[in-house]
């Protein structure tokens, strides 16, 4: 008797092994950040892309780094900003929340460009470009399309404005 229990038991671990752990497998590998830095969002868009924001030793706004990245895995399309530098200046958080609404958003500048990486009902990627949405991208199952709160604490924050909502 206690063999087929063992038996069983052995049958159970390896169904588990072979198709739940690659579920969760999948869902960790969804970020461009490297595996010693904090996500602070993350998520695969339609087409194969992947956006996420990246850090390390971000504790305040004039420490560590923080990074944006746009692309695939093998072939990251778009780094802001190219070298790793504080945020102080060139991100920002923003609550921009209504109502029964959350909308939380990390937000950079560059050129006439705006990036908007936001986690609502759906999270999204918008990019503005003097001030009219050129791109909208709704993230897809999987990641981590949330703003980490430790973003609030490396991120300074900024008051919501009619950006947010474009």
């Known amino acids: 008797m206690p063999r087929k229990n063992s038996l069983k038991v052995l049958f159970v671990f390896c169904i588990f092994s072979f198709v739940v752990s690659p579920i969760f497998a999948e869902e960790a590998d969804i970020t461009l950040c490297e595996s010693y830095e904090d996500i602070y969002f993350s998520c695969p868009l339609p087409g194969g892309k992947i956006v996420s924001v990246c850090a390390s030793g971000n504790d305040k706004p004039s420490s560590g780094y923080v990074q944006y990245r746009y692309g695939a895995p093998e072939k990251i399309e778009l780094f802001y900003p190219r070298s790793k530098l504080p945020p102080e200046g060139r991100f920002y958080v923003v609550n ?14 560059n050129g006439k460009y705006t990036y908007l990486v936001a986690q609502a009902f759906v999270s999204f990627l918008t990019v503005l470009k003097d001030d009219k949405a050129i791109l909208r991208k709704s993230c897809e199952a999987g990641g981590y399309a949330f703003v980490s709160r430790a973003a609030s604490k490396g991120i300074e924050a900024l008051p919501k404005s009619a950006e947010d909502f474009r």
Do not use: C, H, Q, W
């Open 96 to 109: 921009a929340s209504e109502g029964s609404v959350n909308l939380d958003i990390i937000k950079f500048y």
